[in-house]
């Protein structure tokens, strides 16, 4: 079944080249709960959205690259933090471009 309310975001950067390299399209499904070791698309603090892995451990989130580039590190959220995070899953990822 289609899900309405998914959309498309294209990857610019090299954070998660790993498993969605730049330029290829990320499917997010906002209305689908993210679990811990899900690919997530996350904001924090309305700044620019991120993908990223997502793990929680304890109520706290990590928020980690899978990138060619080793200089990339992950972001650390406790769970008493104030900020505000928004995270939707990533359903799975797309080429704009044929095989």
Do not use: K, W
């Amino acid at each position: 079944m289609a899900d309405p309310a998914s959309y498309g975001l294209e990857e610019d950067g090299d954070c998660m080249d790993r498993v969605c390299p730049p330029g290829m399209v990320a499917v997010v499904q906002p209305g689908v709960a993210a679990r811990s070791g899900d690919v997530v698309v996350a904001t924090i603090d309305g700044a620019d959205s991120i993908m990223r892995r997502m793990t929680v451990i304890n109520g706290d989130l990590i928020l980690s690259p899978e990138s060619h580039d080793d200089t990339h590190e992950n972001m650390y959220i406790a769970a008493q933090d104030d900020r505000q995070v928004h995270v939707e899953h990533v359903a799975y990822f797309q080429s704009r471009e044929p095989f």
